[in-house]
């Protein structure tokens, strides 16, 4: 498979001040100079500015800072193509191709050398610096890269607050020129700002003259986690990486290199939706044995706490615990601890009724009562569950069902404590059966004053998911920082929240056009535990206290199994509310989680997203719509499915009159048989959406009483 | 053993503003008084003034502060009076015996109490704050602790400069207004003064009129170290704690204390040393099976490189290692790694040939090329050794010569890495039969921005102590912070340095009084692993790179085996030197290392100080002397031998005219016959001291030939 092409090596002479690169289909270009001293480079697409000219550095803390004064004294061109296959994905394989200019930069006051490495593929670019070993650079510590994105025009971009710690934001759609007056720092139980202008990645934009821009990064390791700032009078964005408690960017030692910085772009939305590109910027898999990663559905106890009927703690009776010395068996109950035995086995019953692998729990261990906000240190053991959570009982009752329970690991952000504990919460895991952890990162960083994404906590989630690896579990990280692709390297590494999830539908709400964004955004990086399928969309109606709404009908609930990607999907509702709507819950039920192939149908993001995807080893395909509050109505054509075969097809679309606001339930289920010549006109409604299965008949059977659609 | 007399409850009238109370054999006086709302307290010794009316109280963050608007709701005073028996120690058994008066405190603005607790001892004072789980105090954060020590005059002190990360200085002997002006910060590889007239504790004092007074604190667990700093217009100590990266000072839950502020006074300095009131002022023991720690007497691969003739690097090939791809079998060795298995083994010989526990062997890890100063996180794994140093044949070594290799754990500060490795590394000790550690935390602390002497830190060395004593591992912790008594509560932390130990000889040297006075200073807190017994006092010799000198005579190194109290002592010279003395050698192989007894002959802090202690189990004595750069003259009286028994008694003293620069190696040993009647008259040179061997006669042929002394 792999085709490394011959290395043109062109040491050039000392002259050589400028590069250009093509793509492998031609239709990018990158051009390199090093202008008066100053490396930069500038990026075309089919003959239009992507990034136009734009510097490239950094500021370093005490020595001469790696920003001017370079020479470039050699170019190394190459080029690379293989074909590699995901322990999980969206497609069974994943073609890696790209042409590479490797630029070597002398900075002569110094003689200190930088490598500049740029990937060009067809979907985009990929750069990095790299710093070899050499005798004037060994340590240094960055101040800040100074690495520029210069835009074309005022794009409308999709954006978020630049924050060192949350990405729980609702996304705004505005011109680049518009971000400093639509700023709108929304509050968070850890959260910091720093600048007026600042926006996160992966930060998705469109052109006057459509295309379509992403700007993100690859492969995050050991490194700070890069923001951009946008100077809005020339329309400069500008890295702008996550501090330490210090105020210092990065702590690096030669040899070594930045994460990737990405641009991917087109002219079509959907190509960026299937741009593998940053999967291709990180390392292969480093997991030799792979074969105990597997996608996952589960429920859960955790809707009903995030909407406020019951708690994750045991009592109401503690102003504070001290784990170990508070003894809950004297403590009086709350009456509404979630994680109960009793409660715990009715979703176990849930799950092994309904195909479901997991059910996770939380809210199973001693410390809730006071576990968030004071910058306590030892805030949860990870061991010690609640005198009415019993372990082993649970373990067992789950696996005469044929389920798992998933554990919880609440760290509050603690990090030196849950690294304290985590081996033998690890191997608790593995004692009692339990193979995925859900962890959480809320509140305040300790050791205090770090971020949640500098270098620090970087390091630290990695560490926690190589550790992981070790007892063969899986990690599924929330309120760590966005994935940069790194679940190629680590496929144990399932799942990520790092942006505002389902859970916001009930603390005030989604903006209706959240999921047509996150696809284009958050998703770039790796999959999201976006925890979909709430069908009581009407809050209030679990708590009577709660009156927030879920943005988006029934029937959208739906479509985000395939919209959003992921190998670890939840059913979040409530068993209740599924139980009333069973005709539309069947679609939970057929969903896969694992994918052989993926067709991008529509895509525009703000308004509409439209995916097929094919399961894993089947023929059955399964399609999703999320549109924005105005709706969409989609033409498709079934043509991807295979010529020769007929299909079951199933409809879960919002009825006529269906509204994410005034009638989110109301759905219209359809069923006929479909081929490859099937033509599909499907209506979603305002905050709305659909699903579709389409499965292989295997026995004529199947067909009877239905007509073709 | 236990009599705790019955408290007497005194719920007084809400105008109580005062309370008194006497040290159970009246000679000390402690004063609590609510003045216009602030607590305050004075301590009187013989009706001298020791500490003058003094402020008690806490600046918080965010908020009210605990400075005023006190009312005084509660007094109660009880006694207390056992006896304990120390795992290992100066004496066998240590009584406990003190009248102690409790304040609660209420502020009426905020409705929040707290507590004080006296505890008044015969030589001296401990107190505390407790903080009472109560709705208005769950939570704070502690910005400054003020607690005062109104000093009665301009006392002579002894001290070392407030620091956040060194007790490596050179004591000076001041007056307290002279602080000011006499500071000097000598540079070390991690510092952070932070007042010209900051200083740190213990702080040994002696006043005008006689008086020896010394602050420390005692139990410092999870809460930052105190600073002392002086207010020299009206010489007044205030508490300065450490801060995190932060600024901030402590994160505290209640229900939760302080540490005991101690306060040490006599008018005779020997009652100083004898004081065991900070251990008294700590918890039991934690440990409930402690057969497996025992003193240890050691050599080790140390000195050498301490010196500069070997390394602890293997080679000099490499300008940076990153472990786990640096392959040493690749590099070229530097031809001087001490670590080496052919000269552990000749260590190893000379350990068991001359009685010796253990050998302690530095630098046998991978990564000592690039060790510290860079900030580096990943800098040691605690696993993997050098090529040239096989630890399983080493081991069997060992071990077929009764003799046990000391690990050797420098963390670089880095303690993150060293938590996570933490586990592994102890049970790797485990495996390969080592059971003590010898830790370092060389240079700036990781996580950045913290403090060496930080409530982070804090926490940290008392967590490696714990988790060590899971593995039945002892532990010996460098540049840690000084200890405040906690081996009473973990006797497995049997060393500290936590002050300029013997090495510095080698970096320029210590002040001769320096022996004089740690006794009073350091060690008051625990056992000091000071390293003593250079016999090669001319460094030149070692090394001729190296001008440096031990500013002592070879007589007194042997004395600092009994000055210096510890349950771990190094002989830390090389073999080859010992062997050109080995008759001065038998005093390190005869003196023991844990005692029945110990009688303060003669002390004076900055001058002289002479000890005898009766080694555990037998009736040999052992007595020490060290003086300062003016010698002294000793008189003793051996009544404290038994009266019924006749003993060989061994003087190893300094040679008339030996000085401890000029002559450092002229010493005398004498040997006769002694009883409890005997009187000796010694002198110690410049600089000198002596050691006394005092063996019991067992056999009536021992003192053949020998007459009494």
């Known amino acids: 498979m792999k085709k490394l092409i011959v290395a043109l090596l062109l040491v050039l002479p000392l002259a050589l001040h400028a590069e250009s690169l ?25 003959n239009k500015e992507v990034i136009k000219e734009s510097k490239l550095g950094f500021e370093l803390v005490k020595l001469d800072n790696l920003m001017k004064g370079f020479t470039l004294v050699k170019a190394e061109k190459s080029s690379f193509d293989n074909t590699w296959t995901p322990v999980w994905g969206e497609v069974k394989t994943i073609r890696n191709h790209y042409n590479e200019l490797e630029v070597t930069l002398n900075q002569t006051s110094t003689d200190r050398n930088i490598l500049i490495r740029f990937r060009l593929f067809d979907d985009g670019l990929g750069f990095r610096y790299e710093f070899p070993q050499q005798k004037n650079l060994v340590y240094f510590t960055i101040k800040e890269e100074h690495t520029q994105f210069a835009m ?7 954006w978020i607050p630049g924050d060192y710690d949350t990405q729980e934001y609702d996304y705004t759609e505005s011109k680049l020129s518009e971000i400093r007056s639509k700023m709108n720092i929304t509050p968070n139980t850890s959260q910091t700002s720093f600048s007026p202008t600042g926006v996160q990645t992966s930060l998705m934009m469109k052109s006057q003259d459509g295309l379509y821009i992403n700007l993100h990064e690859a492969a995050l390791v050991n490194y700070a986690c890069m923001h951009l700032n946008l100077d809005d009078k020339n329309l400069i964005f500008e890295s702008w990486l996550t501090p330490d408690a210090q105020g210092n960017k990065g702590y690096m030692q030669t040899p070594c290199q930045s994460p990737w910085r990405t641009i991917i772009v087109s002219d079509n939305a959907r190509d960026i939706l299937a741009s593998k590109m940053i999967l291709n910027l990180n390392e292969p898999c480093k997991i030799k044995d792979t074969s105990w990663i597997k996608p996952v559905k589960y429920v859960g106890v955790w809707w009903e706490m995030i909407v406020g009927r019951n708690s994750w703690a045991y009592t109401d009776d503690l102003p504070s615990v001290k784990l170990g010395e508070t003894d809950y068996t004297k403590t009086k109950p709350n009456g509404k601890h979630g994680a109960n035995t009793k409660d715990v086995k009715r979703y176990i019953d849930f799950a092994a009724e309904n195909g479901f692998d997991q059910v996770l729990v939380e809210g199973w261990n001693e410390g809730w009562e006071d576990w968030f906000g004071h910058s306590k240190d030892y805030v949860f053991d990870f061991l010690t569950p609640y005198p009415d959570f019993h372990v082993k009982e649970l373990q067992q009752y789950a696996a005469s069902k044929g389920v798992k329970i998933m554990m919880h690991h609440e760290t509050s952000a603690s990090v030196r404590n849950y690294e304290r504990h985590m081996d033998a919460a690890y191997q608790f895991m593995v004692d009692n059966g339990y193979n995925a952890v859900k962890s959480g990162y809320v509140g305040d960083i300790l050791p205090r004053g770090e971020y949640h994404y500098g270098q620090w906590m970087v390091n630290h989630y990695l560490y926690a998911v190589k550790e992981a690896a070790k007892y063969k579990i899986m990690v599924n990280a929330h309120e760590a920082v966005r994935p940069t692709g790194l679940c190629r390297t680590y496929p144990n590494l399932i799942g990520n929240e790092s942006a505002r999830g389902t859970e916001y539908e009930s603390f005030g709400g989604n903006k209706p056009f959240h999921t047509t964004i996150l696809p284009f955004t958050r998703l770039k990086g790796g999959p999201m535990d976006y925890t979909p399928g709430i069908f009581q969309t009407q809050l209030n109606k679990v708590n009577p206290n709660n009156n927030s709404f879920v943005h988006s009908t029934l029937a959208r609930q739906l479509a985000l199994y395939i919209t959003m990607y992921s190998p670890l999907q939840m059913a979040a509702d409530l068993p209740e509310n599924y139980e009333k709507h069973m005709d539309a819950f069947q679609f939970i039920k057929d969903v896969a989680v694992d994918w052989d192939n993926t067709v991008y ?33 989609s033409k498709l054509d079934l043509s991807f499915l295979d010529k020769d075969k007929k299909y079951i ?33 499907i209506k ?20 009877k009483g239905l007509s073709k659609i």
């Open 601 to 633: 149908l529509e895509a525009e993001p703000g308004d509409y997203i439209t995916i097929a995807r094919k399961a894993k080893g089947t023929n059955n395909w399964f399609i999703g719509n999320t549109s924005d509050e105005n709706g969409h109505l």
């Open 684 to 703: 979603a409604a305002p905050g709305g959406g659909y699903a579709i299965s389409i499965l292989e008949v295997k026995d004529k059977k199947e067909m």
């Open 649 to 681: 097809i199933t409809i879960y679309k919002d009825a006529k009159d269906a509204h994410y606001e005034k009638n989110p339930q109301a759905y219209v289920i359809q069923k006929g048989i479909a081929t490859a010549k099937s033509k599909l006109k």
């Open 152 to 158: 074309a025009g005022d794009h409308t971009a999709f």
């Open 22 to 46: 093509k793509s492998p289909n031609g239709e990018l270009e990158l051009t390199f100079k090093v202008q008066d001293g100053v490396p930069t480079y500038a990026l075309n697409y089919k």
